[in-house]
């Protein structure tokens, strides 16, 4: 299992720890533009690997050579926000990275399954898909494992009860565009609805749409990568053990949920394809309004793109 890394910046590089950690990949290349930093990076990564005991070869890299016949290539490259920049205002640089990225990264592995970090995610994904020119199975965005950890942490809080008993799921664009499905969110099994008014779970929905943001305040000079790595991680782990997880995750959809061409978060099925399964759920008709109104925020969006 070979894994690249496009942009050792925060969230490439700690995303890059936890493999090595976790020992999922026997080699992982780390790429950035900027000389030196994946190099020194990747350099004082494998120098760990004797105190950690893992078998993990670690090679920074300005150029895609190194790259060569990986197994996954997650693109995490580009401009991160600043306070009061919406994901939207990384659009342009964004857009032409992730087209570098994918481009540069596939003449070299062209079996590769893609992960997608970039933002605005959704777009982002649609664009190294279309870039690819790969099958849908193998162009995958991370954003709904993300934003349902950050809405399971809120809930967790607020109950003062584990993580770990709290399940939820969220569908939609990535952020402020998420559908979070209340009704499938339980706390050990049971419903939130019979744990917490209302109000207040309208309240932990819209901290997890800001949740983004809220980082960002707080960083200033940069955004979220502790639990973004995390969620991608969680990702590459069901599909390097082939797990078959079930995951929120942004995918091309081609008719199911009544969407086409566009990618937006869904339930999944996460194995060694890649994407091995799209769960169509029964949703109310207030969901779907808001699906539908997520996805064609996300296509307005892709059609403004120039893509020749
Ligand atoms: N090729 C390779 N690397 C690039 C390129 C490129 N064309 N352009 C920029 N980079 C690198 C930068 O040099 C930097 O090291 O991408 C890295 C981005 O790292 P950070 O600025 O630390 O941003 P990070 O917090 O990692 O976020 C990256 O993920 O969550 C999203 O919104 C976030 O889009 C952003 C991305």
Redesign the pocket.
């Known amino acids: 299992m070979k894994i690249t890394i496009?942009?050792?910046?925060?969230?490439?590089a700690t995303t890059a720890q936890r493999i090595i950690d976790n020992e999922l990949a026997n080699e992982v290349v780390l790429?950035?533009?900027?000389e030196g930093?994946p190099q020194g990076k990747g350099l004082d990564m494998y120098e760990a690997t004797p105190i950690t005991g893992v078998d993990v070869k670690v090679i920074g890299t300005n150029g895609y050579e190194e790259t060569a016949n990986s197994d996954i290539i997650i693109i995490?490259?580009?401009?991160?926000?600043k306070p009061g920049m919406s994901?939207e205002d990384?659009l342009n640089t964004?857009f032409g990275?992730v087209k570098?990225?994918t481009l540069k990264s596939i003449e070299k592995s062209p079996n590769a399954i893609i992960i997608v970090?970039?933002?605005p995610l959704d777009v982002m994904a649609y664009t190294a898909w279309r870039i690819s020119g790969f099958e849908r199975h193998r162009v995958i965005g991370m954003a709904g494992v993300l934003d349902t950890a950050r809405f399971r942490t809120f809930i967790a809080m607020e109950l003062n009860v584990s993580v770990e008993d709290v399940y939820a799921f969220v569908l939609g664009g990535h952020g402020d565009d998420m559908v979070p499905l209340v009704r499938y969110t339980t706390v050990a099994g049971i419903p939130i609805s019979e744990l917490l008014p209302k109000e207040k779970i309208e309240q932990l929905v819209k901290r997890t749409r800001e949740g983004g943001a809220e980082i960002v305040s707080y960083l200033k000079t940069?955004?979220a990568?502790y639990a973004?790595s995390a969620a991608i991680v969680e990702m590459v782990e069901s599909i390097v053990k082939d797990k078959k997880r079930i995951l929120p995750c942004s995918v091309l959809l081609q008719g199911e949920y009544g969407l086409n061409d566009v990618f937006v978060g869904v339930p999944v099925k996460l194995g060694k394809k890649g994407v091995e399964e799209i769960i169509e759920l029964k949703l109310t008709d207030e969901e779907k309004q808001a699906l539908h109104a997520s996805a064609s925020r996300v296509k307005k969006i892709i059609d403004s793109l120039k893509f020749d």
């Open positions: 496009v942009g050792a910046g925060n969230v490439g790429v950035d533009i900027v930093i995490t490259a580009g401009v991160a926000r994901r990384l964004n990275i570098e990225a970090v970039t933002n940069g955004s990568y973004p």
